[in-house]
């Protein structure tokens, strides 16, 4: 028989020569129980640092589990399935698999007492939650994960606890107070561990957090952290470059803040010496009109008529002054904001640049196709600006003008001229920006579906866009095409398609009423109603 230490010694050398799975069967002793934390920080190094199983390892793992004694090595296992299950979910059983392994690595943590690995088992429960949905059990793994880490060295792990906690305040919109603290917690002890990107990502958030409240100031100290830490964790410029934007808009959005607070207080300061130079201007009349008694009713009664009629005078003019004040301010605004629109637009054009850019240093078709649906629903939001800062009103949008500006937007980007034809029948009526944007997403979502998916051979395919204004407000939008249909198992309400989700929850937005239909073709409708008393 061997020695405790020797077997060890050969199980080490087993595991590095043919792998993880295949050296435990072989070697588990039933003696073996690790109840200690003082001896794991070496194989949590490990743990770390290895690789995320494959689908062949996840099964063959699967089968040996009844076979693993209770030890180390088995949560290791249990916790590398349940990670594999949380990432290649694609529906609830999966999750629901991931959460059984995480709970069997947890039960067998603390039955060893191990605080380290109880704490990386709260934290995978936790953001298996957080897929579910679940936003209380989210909270309460994240607690419990940062009670059990708090009395360990791992110091990310704790960081990455108090992450998930600060996700459970923000799904369930906590006050502001309570997002701050857990994130600034994750934030201090990544600066801590040196996990410079880690620190970044919260320091960003962090931002985002006081920009949501106009705290600019604060939002552009953090930022500017999430920038130092982004350089020593050595990314990338072109990854720098949409956070510096951001930067720079804040910087912006600060200054104005600050000049309006100015604009306003010189306009209380003007206001308070106007009052005081009335004041004493009355005070004056009042002591001329008390040595005037003495003169005589009748010259008294002159002089002051005299000089009321000079107090009407400067106080016409002093209105007439502040009416033309006031009609440059209204201009100088309405000139800010159409450059806010333009300068908005610019800045999507930037982005739009940037993802075509990125699009030559890939080889992957489904990354390149994501890329091109982003540029395509940027370019959608980019011509709402466009055409607000190039029109009158600077609030409503022609619905005609920018459904055939965007149709032909989209005829160029997937060149279907010659292949595809779209049919266009849209009424002449204006919506707002927050109608606008929805209907233009969804219609940019609906067309560019139909052209990928509907006509696999790219012949006779024929798109008909509907928009119409009813009455009592209603309005219809209808993009149907001739082509292939949906799968028999489409599930329209269960779909894990960004592009579905997306249209469903822009549909949402405006309270829209959508619906998928597949009858020699496919068909989508979106019904809403919009009220322009309560437009805003």
Same mark, same amino acid.
């Given at each position: 028989m061997l020695s405790n230490k020797h077997r060890i010694i050969l199980l080490l050398l087993v595991w590095f020569t043919f792998g993880e799975i295949n050296a435990l069967p072989?070697?588990?002793?039933?003696?073996?129980? +690790?109840? $200690?934390?003082?001896?794991?920080?070496?194989?949590?190094?490990? #743990?770390d640092n290895e690789p995320p199983y494959t689908e062949q390892q996840v099964r063959k793992a699967e089968r040996l589990l009844n076979g693993l004694q209770g030890n180390i090595n088995k949560i290791k296992i249990l916790l590398k399935i349940s990670d594999w299950y949380e990432a290649s979910y694609n529906n609830p059983k999966t999750l629901e698999k991931a959460f059984q392994? $995480?709970?069997?690595?947890?039960?067998?943590?603390?039955?060893?007492?191990?605080?380290i690995y109880s704490g990386k088992c709260y934290l995978q429960l936790s953001m298996v939650q957080e897929l579910r949905n679940n936003n209380p059990m989210i909270e309460t793994n994240a607690r419990k994960a940062i009670e059990v880490l708090s009395k360990t060295n791992q110091t990310d792990d704790l960081g990455e606890a108090w992450v998930m906690l600060w996700s459970a305040k923000m799904r369930t919109d906590a006050p502001i107070e309570e997002r701050l603290v857990p994130i600034f917690k994750a934030a201090s002890l990544f600066e801590k561990s040196k996990n410079n990107q880690r620190s970044g990502d919260c320091y960003r958030e962090i931002s985002e957090l006081y920009f949501s409240i106009s705290d600019f100031h604060n939002a552009l100290n953090a930022l500017k952290k999430a920038i130092f830490f982004y350089k020593a964790a050595n990314l990338k410029e072109t990854d720098i470059y949409p956070i510096s934007s951001r930067l720079n808009i804040i910087y912006e959005t600060e200054k104005k803040s600050m000049d309006i607070i100015k604009l306003k207080n010189k306009t209380l300061l003007q206001q308070s010496r106007l009052k005081n130079e009335v004041f004493l201007r009355n005070s004056m009349i009042i002591f001329v009109f008390l040595l005037l008694?003495?003169?005589?009713?009748?010259?008294?009664?002159?002089? #002051? &008529?005299?000089?009321?009629?000079?107090?009407?005078?400067?106080?016409?003019? +002093?209105?007439?002054?502040?009416?033309?004040?006031?009609?440059?301010?209204?201009? +100088?605004? @309405?000139?800010?904001?159409? @450059?806010?629109?333009?300068?908005?637009?610019?800045?999507?054009?930037?982005?739009v640049g940037l993802l075509a850019s990125q699009t030559e240093f890939l080889t992957n078709e489904e990354a390149v196709q994501a890329i091109n649906d982003s540029q395509n629903r940027i370019q959608a939001m980019s011509l709402i600006h466009q055409k607000l800062y190039q029109s009158e009103s600077l609030s409503i949008i022609d619905m005609p003008s920018y459904i055939f500006e965007l149709t032909e937007y989209l005829k160029d980007s997937f060149e279907i001229r010659n292949t595809i034809r779209i049919i266009l029948h849209i009424d002449s009526f204006n919506l707002p920006l927050s109608h606008s944007i929805p209907i233009g997403l969804i219609f940019n979502e609906a067309v560019t579906n139909a052209i990928k998916y509907a006509f696999p051979d790219h012949k006779n395919g024929v798109i008909t866009i509907a928009l119409k204004a009813e009455e009592n407000n209603k309005y219809t939008l209808i993009i149907q095409d001739n082509g292939i249909g949906l799968p028999p198992d489409f599930d329209p309400y269960n779909n894990p398609s960004l592009g579905i989700k997306l249209m469903h929850?822009?549909?949402?937005?405006?309270?829209?009423? #959508?619906?998928?239909?597949?009858?020699?073709?496919? &068909?989508?409708?979106? +019904?809403?109603?919009?009220n322009e008393n309560n437009s805003n």
């Amino acid at each position: 028989m061997l020695s405790n230490k020797h077997r060890i010694i050969l199980l080490l050398l087993v595991w590095f020569t043919f792998g993880e799975i295949n050296a435990l069967p072989f070697f588990e002793n039933k003696n073996q129980v +690790e109840t $200690a934390d003082k001896n794991l920080p070496d194989l949590e190094n490990n #743990f770390d640092n290895e690789p995320p199983y494959t689908e062949q390892q996840v099964r063959k793992a699967e089968r040996l589990l009844n076979g693993l004694q209770g030890n180390i090595n088995k949560i290791k296992i249990l916790l590398k399935i349940s990670d594999w299950y949380e990432a290649s979910y694609n529906n609830p059983k999966t999750l629901e698999k991931a959460f059984q392994y $995480a709970e069997q690595a947890l039960w067998i943590s603390q039955n060893i007492h191990s605080n380290i690995y109880s704490g990386k088992c709260y934290l995978q429960l936790s953001m298996v939650q957080e897929l579910r949905n679940n936003n209380p059990m989210i909270e309460t793994n994240a607690r419990k994960a940062i009670e059990v880490l708090s009395k360990t060295n791992q110091t990310d792990d704790l960081g990455e606890a108090w992450v998930m906690l600060w996700s459970a305040k923000m799904r369930t919109d906590a006050p502001i107070e309570e997002r701050l603290v857990p994130i600034f917690k994750a934030a201090s002890l990544f600066e801590k561990s040196k996990n410079n990107q880690r620190s970044g990502d919260c320091y960003r958030e962090i931002s985002e957090l006081y920009f949501s409240i106009s705290d600019f100031h604060n939002a552009l100290n953090a930022l500017k952290k999430a920038i130092f830490f982004y350089k020593a964790a050595n990314l990338k410029e072109t990854d720098i470059y949409p956070i510096s934007s951001r930067l720079n808009i804040i910087y912006e959005t600060e200054k104005k803040s600050m000049d309006i607070i100015k604009l306003k207080n010189k306009t209380l300061l003007q206001q308070s010496r106007l009052k005081n130079e009335v004041f004493l201007r009355n005070s004056m009349i009042i002591f001329v009109f008390l040595l005037l008694i003495i003169l005589g009713l009748l010259y008294k009664s002159f002089m #002051f &008529k005299k000089k009321t009629n000079k107090i009407l005078k400067t106080q016409q003019n +002093e209105i007439n002054k502040k009416n033309s004040a006031l009609q440059k301010m209204v201009v +100088e605004k @309405e000139w800010l904001l159409r @450059e806010i629109h333009h300068r908005i637009k610019n800045n999507l054009h930037m982005v739009v640049g940037l993802l075509a850019s990125q699009t030559e240093f890939l080889t992957n078709e489904e990354a390149v196709q994501a890329i091109n649906d982003s540029q395509n629903r940027i370019q959608a939001m980019s011509l709402i600006h466009q055409k607000l800062y190039q029109s009158e009103s600077l609030s409503i949008i022609d619905m005609p003008s920018y459904i055939f500006e965007l149709t032909e937007y989209l005829k160029d980007s997937f060149e279907i001229r010659n292949t595809i034809r779209i049919i266009l029948h849209i009424d002449s009526f204006n919506l707002p920006l927050s109608h606008s944007i929805p209907i233009g997403l969804i219609f940019n979502e609906a067309v560019t579906n139909a052209i990928k998916y509907a006509f696999p051979d790219h012949k006779n395919g024929v798109i008909t866009i509907a928009l119409k204004a009813e009455e009592n407000n209603k309005y219809t939008l209808i993009i149907q095409d001739n082509g292939i249909g949906l799968p028999p198992d489409f599930d329209p309400y269960n779909n894990p398609s960004l592009g579905i989700k997306l249209m469903h929850g822009l549909s949402a937005d405006i309270d829209g009423k #959508f619906l998928i239909t597949s009858s020699n073709g496919t &068909k989508i409708t979106l +019904e809403f109603i919009f009220n322009e008393n309560n437009s805003n």
